[in-house]
C-alpha cells in the first residue's frame, strides 16, 4: 500500500487519529522534540534528529533559532503494530508569535506543553496552558532539557526528582486553575499513568515512571551514564519514542472523543440542531450531515497558490465541489486538497470529518473563516479566535521605487491575511503605510520578510501611545446644531468571557473596531428611526474622535461608546452630525477622566547568576522596574517591566553585557499613565 493510500485509510478511522500540537515558552525544546516524532514516523534519519529542527523550515527560522511559523505535518505512528495517524502543528514560543499558537490549537484536540527543567514555568508556559483550556485543548506534559540538571546544574538523583514533582504540580495548578469556569473535562496530569513524561529531547531519551518500573531503570543510572559519558547507551535503553507516542495515544483524544465537549467552546449555535450534532459526534456518514470546516491559517505554496488550512469539524470535505464562506457570505470552489507530509504535500480526492488538510482554489479569504456545504447559508460561524496580545509597536514602511507601490500593496495583504498580531493602516492623506506590531523583533522579521519580495526601507520602531479612560463617563447630553444626543462611554473590557456586555440588546447596532479594542454600540431606537444616512455620519463622527482622543490626538484604546438617544430638526440634512457627535464623544472621554497612556512590557530574564548587576543595571537605565529574582543554582530568572519606549535595541545591551548568555522574553503587560514632559522628550528623540 503506497503512503497516500495509507493515510487516506486512517483518515476514515478517527479513532485512529490525533490532532496536536507542540506548545512552550521559547526555546524549551518544542521543534527539537519534534524531530523524534519525524523519526518515529520514519521521515527523518536519527541520526541527525535533535540536531536538525526539521520543522524550522524558513531559513531565517535556522538562522535565528527560534521557530517564527507554525509548521504542520501528518505523520503515520506506530504503537504496538497498530498505525497511528497524528497531525501535528509545531508552534512558535516567542510572544511575539502568540497569535499563531492560538490559531493552530483551534484544529487540534491535544497540546504537548514542553517545560524546560531548569526555567520550569515560565511566562508564555502560562499563556499557552490558559489558551489550551480556552480552545478546549487537552494538555499534557513534557519536561525536557533534564540532561541539564544533571550537566549544568548537578543535581544528585534525589533532586531531580523532586524538581520534576515540583514542575507537574505546576502544571496540573495552572490547568485546575484556568479551567476553573469552563466546560471543559477535569484535566490532570499524573507521572504514574505515562501523562507526564521527563528527558531531553536533544539526546533523544526519555522516561515515564511506567517505564521506568518496567525497565527497572533509575535516575542514579541516569546520572551515571552521564557521568561516564554513554549518552548513546541511554538512547538504546530509553528511545524518546516510546513514552511520546504512547503518552500522545493514550492520553491525547481522538476527534470523536474530543469534539464532544470542544464544539460548546468554539461555538455558539444549537448544538441539538442538525448540524450541531453533525459536529458534536463528528460524523461524516449520511445524506444530511452538512460539511463544516474551520480554517485557520493561510499560506502561499509555490505551485498550488494560496492555500487555506484547517479542520473538517463534520461531514466529507470533497475536491471539485462549492462551499459557503459563513463570514464573507460568499459560495466558492475546491481546487484541490492537500495533506502536508513535511515540505511536501500529498493530494486527496476527499477527507472525512477529524482531519486536518490543506485547500487550494479558494483564493482570498480571511484566517478565520468557516466553510459549510451550501445548505447552511444560516449557520452561525465560529467563535472568534481570542488573542492575548496588544500591538504596540509600529514602523513606517515605503517601496524603494515608488512604482512598486502596488506590489508592495498587494504582499502586505498576504502579510495581514497571514499574520493575526500583525496591523497594517495606510494614512488616507498622506499614503503612509504603517505596520502595527507586538514588538521590534515581530516587526523586523516582517519587514525582512517584506523585503525579499518587494525591495523596501522603513523607519526605526516607535512605540504606540493611546488614550484611555479612568472611569465611566456617565450618560452625558450635548444639543448643537438644532439635533441632539445622549451617549456614554465606559470601559470596554478586553476579556469578554468575564463580563459579557449588558448594555447590548437584540436589535443594537454594534461595531467592533478591534485594532484598539472599541466598541460602538447604537441602541435600537435610533436605528429604527434614522436613515442609513443618518446613522453613517453618526458613525463617522464617534471614528473620527475615538482615532485621535481630545488630550494628545493620540488614538483612543479599549472604550465603549453607547449613543442611547439621537434627535434631529426636520428636514435635517444631517451634515452637523459628524463634528457633532465628535464632539460629544470627546465631551464623555473627557468626562471619563481620559489621559494619555504608554505601553508596558513585562520582562523575564534567565542568565548566570554574575550577571545580576549587569541585568539589573539595563533595566534601571530604560526606566524599569525589577519586581522578583528567582535563583536557582548558578541560574537566576529576573522578572520585571519596562516602558515599551525604552525596550528597543535592548537585546544588544543584554546580549554583551551577558556575554550572550542571557535569555529573554517581553511581552504586553498594562497601559500607564505618560506625563507630559515625558512624553515632549520622547517626541524630541524621534
Ligand atoms: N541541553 C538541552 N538542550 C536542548 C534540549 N532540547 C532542546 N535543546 C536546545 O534548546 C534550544 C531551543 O530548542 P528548540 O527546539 O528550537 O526550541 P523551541 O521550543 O522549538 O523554540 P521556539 O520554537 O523558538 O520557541 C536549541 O539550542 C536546542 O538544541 C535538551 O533536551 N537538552
Ligand atoms: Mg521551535
Redesign the pocket.
Known amino acids: 500500500m503506497s503512503l497516500i493510500e495509507k493515510i487516506s485509510n486512517l483518515m476514515t478511522n478517527q479513532k485512529k487519529i490525533r490532532n496536536i500540537a507542540l506548545v512552550?515558552h521559547?526555546?524549551?525544546?518544542?521543534?527539537?522534540?519534534s524531530d523524534s516524532l519525524l523519526v518515529s514516523a520514519g521521515v527523518l534519519a536519527p541520526s541527525i534528529a535533535g540536531?536538525a529542527?526539521a520543522l524550522?523550515f524558513l531559513p531565517e527560522e535556522q538562522r535565528r533559532?527560534?521557530?517564527m511559523k507554525t509548521a504542520n505535518i501528518s505523520l503515520i505512528v506506530k504503537k504496538e503494530d497498530k498505525e497511528f495517524l497524528v497531525n501535528l502543528i509545531?508552534s512558535?514560543?516567542?510572544v511575539d508569535f502568540s497569535g499563531k499558537v492560538a490559531r493552530a490549537l483551534r484544529i487540534v484536540d491535544g497540546a504537548i506543553v514542553?517545560i524546560d527543567a531548569v526555567e520550569q514555568v515560565m511566562a508564555q508556559t502560562e499563556t499557552v496552558i490558559r489558551q489550551c483550556v480556552a480552545e478546549g485543548v487537552k494538555p499534557i506534559l513534557f519536561i525536557?532539557?533534564?540532561?541539564?540538571l544533571i550537566n549544568e546544574l548537578k543535581l544528585p538523583p534525589n533532586q531531580i526528582a523532586e524538581r520534576i514533582e515540583i514542575i507537574y504540580n505546576n502544571f496540573n495548578a495552572l490547568v485546575k486553575k484556568f479551567s476553573k469556569n469552563s466546560s471543559v473535562p477535569k484535566w490532570r496530569s499524573s507521572t504514574r499513568d505515562g501523562s507526564v513524561i521527563f528527558g531531553?529531547?536533544?539526546?533523544r531519551w526519555a522516561i515515564s515512571i511506567p517505564i521506568a518500573k518496567e525497565t527497572e531503570i533509575t535516575f542514579d543510572q541516569i546520572v551515571d551514564y552521564y557521568s561516564k559519558n554513554e549518552i548513546e547507551t541511554l538512547q538504546q535503553l530509553l528511545p524518546i519514542e516510546k513514552p511520546l507516542i504512547d503518552m500522545i495515544i493514550n492520553h491525547l483524544p481522538d476527534p470523536i472523543t474530543a469534539q464532544k465537549y470542544r464544539i460548546q467552546n468554539i461555538w455558539k449555535g444549537d448544538l441539538t440542531s442538525n448540524v450541531g450534532k453533525a459536529m458534536t459526534n463528528c460524523q461524516t456518514e449520511g445524506e444530511n450531515i452538512p460539511l463544516v470546516f474551520g480554517s485557520t491559517k493561510i499560506l502561499m505554496d509555490k505551485h498550488a497558490g494560496l492555500l487555506v488550512l484547517g479542520r473538517i469539524f463534520s461531514g466529507v470535505l470533497k475536491e471539485k465541489t462549492n462551499v459557503f464562506l459563513l463570514n464573507t457570505k460568499e459560495t466558492r470552489k475546491i481546487q484541490s486538497i492537500f495533506v502536508f507530509m513535511g515540505e511536501d504535500k500529498k493530494r486527496l480526492t476527499q477527507v472525512p470529518a477529524g482531519n486536518i488538510v490543506a485547500i487550494s482554489g479558494l483564493g482570498e479569504i480571511n484566517p478565520g473563516e468557516t466553510l459549510v456545504s451550501t445548505t447552511q447559508k444560516e449557520m452561525l460561524p465560529f467563535e472568534e479566535i481570542k488573542y492575548l496580545a496588544n500591538p504596540v509597536v509600529t514602523i513606517a514602511i515605503e517601496p524603494e521605487m515608488l512604482r512598486d507601490l502596488p506590489q508592495l500593496k498587494r504582499v502586505l495583504e498576504q502579510f495581514d491575511m497571514e499574520d493575526p498580531n500583525l496591523l497594517i493602516r495606510i494614512d488616507d492623506q498622506s499614503g503612509e503605510i504603517l505596520l502595527m506590531g507586538l514588538g521590534e523583533l515581530h516587526l523586523e522579521t516582517v519587514v525582512n520578510d517584506i523585503s525579499l519580495l518587494v525591495k523596501s526601507t522603513s523607519s526605526s520602531p516607535l512605540v504606540i501611545f493611546v488614550e484611555r479612560i479612568g472611569k465611566p463617563s456617565g450618560e452625558i447630553s450635548r444639543d448643537e446644531f438644532g439635533s441632539k444626543v445622549k451617549l456614554l462611554v465606559e470601559s470596554n473590557t478586553e476579556d469578554k468571557t468575564i463580563t459579557p456586555s449588558e448594555d447590548k440588546e437584540i436589535g443594537d447596532f454594534n461595531e467592533v473596531l478591534s485594532q484598539y479594542k472599541n466598541e460602538i454600540i447604537i441602541k435600537k431606537s435610533i436605528i429604527n428611526k434614522f436613515s442609513k444616512e443618518a446613522i453613517e455620519n453618526i458613525l463617522v463622527g464617534i471614528r473620527s474622535a475615538l482615532i485621535s482622543g481630545p488630550i494628545s490626538s493620540k488614538p483612543v484604546s479599549g472604550v465603549r461608546v453607547i449613543i442611547t438617544d439621537f434627535e434631529a430638526t426636520e428636514g435635517e440634512k444631517f451634515e452637523h452630525t459628524v463634528p457633532l457627535l465628535r464632539n460629544s464623544v470627546w465631551d464623555a472621554l473627557r468626562k471619563g477622566e481620559i489621559t494619555t497612556q504608554e505601553p508596558i512590557y513585562k520582562i523575564q530574564i534567565t542568565t548566570p547568576a554574575m550577571y545580576l548587576g549587569k541585568v539589573t543595571s539595563v533595566i534601571n537605565k530604560r526606566r524599569g522596574d525589577i519586581i522578583d529574582v528567582r535563583s536557582d543554582q548558578d541560574l537566576i530568572i529576573i522578572s520585571g517591566v519596562l516602558p515599551v519606549a525604552e525596550s528597543f535595541k535592548i537585546d544588544q545591551d543584554l546580549r554583551s553585557d551577558t556575554e550572550g548568555r542571557a535569555f529573554w522574553q517581553m511581552s504586553f503587560e498594562r497601559y500607564e499613565i505618560i506625563s507630559e514632559t515625558r512624553l515632549d522628550e520622547y517626541k524630541q528623540k524621534q
Open positions: 512552550a521559547i526555546d524549551h525544546g518544542k521543534t527539537t522534540l540536531e529542527r524550522d533559532g527560534i521557530t509545531d512558535p514560543g516567542h514542553v525536557n532539557k533534564v540532561d541539564r531531553s529531547a536533544l539526546h
